[in-house]
């Protein structure tokens, strides 16, 4: 079966802008998650989203904001891009949102900021 | 606040040298700890969620062990092809999604 998918897998930004990265969770997946990834901060947890609606925000500014439609797609959107905002942007679905099962990641989508 | 601490940073071995990965967790009301495998260029893979205390489980060459601070990902046997980084997160009773661990880099030298 298809896995989880992201789009775009790589992206150059310039400071100041904003930009929309997009995850399609595996079929029957509700619950979507996404993750910033940096050599220096490793994964950390910015946002989940279960039916439409935000469960958990992890401690990231109002910059990073995110979605979920109907269909379970996702959608996050960072506004004002910072240099300190390049990373490898994961998303990840599961099952049932509730950490009890595994979660399975997409790709990612590799921001550059310059 | 949640934490989880990896050791050790790189690791490398040679084929069918055995080790075993330390992850260290400090987690109000763990929810589960979950390993993954993550190759350059790639999101993670999962490979283990374990639950509680006790807990075992194996995949091919990895076994994965859990206690009430610690959780170990024994290797054994291992060959090239197991060379990646392994990942170690813990999910906490706040939910406020997975805590990773930094990562143990481990290569396997034919």
């Known amino acids: 079966k298809a896995g989880v998918t992201q789009t775009p897998r790589y992206l150059i930004k310039t400071r100041g802008q904003q930009v929309t990265l997009s995850c399609s969770p595996i079929s029957g997946h509700r619950s979507v998650s996404w993750y910033q990834q940096t050599p220096g901060q490793g994964l950390q947890f910015l946002f989940e989203y279960f039916s439409e609606t935000q469960r958990n925000k992890g401690n990231f500014p109002g910059r990073f904001s995110g979605r979920q439609f109907s269909n379970s797609r996702s959608e996050m959107n960072v506004s004002t891009l910072e240099l300190g905002d390049s990373a490898l942007y994961l998303c990840?679905?599961?099952?049932?949102?509730?950490?009890?099962?595994?979660?399975?990641f997409g790709s990612g989508t590799r921001l550059t900021v310059v | 606040e949640d934490q989880v601490t990896q050791s050790p940073e790189a690791l490398r071995l040679q084929e069918g040298e055995s080790s075993s990965l330390n992850c260290s967790y400090t987690?109000?009301?763990?929810?589960?700890l979950f390993w993954y495998r993550q190759d350059p260029g790639k999101g993670p893979e999962f490979l283990f969620t374990l639950y509680s205390a006790g807990e075992e489980k194996e995949k091919e060459r990895l076994k994965a062990t859990l206690t009430k601070k610690e959780s170990f990902l024994h290797i054994t046997a291992p060959k090239p092809e197991d060379s990646a980084t392994y990942l170690c997160a813990a999910g906490g009773g706040g939910a406020d999604g997975l805590t990773f661990g930094k990562g143990t880099h481990l290569i396997i030298q034919p």
């Open positions: 990840a679905s599961s099952l049932v949102g509730t950490g009890n099962y595994g979660y399975t």
């Open positions: 987690v109000s009301g763990l929810r589960g």
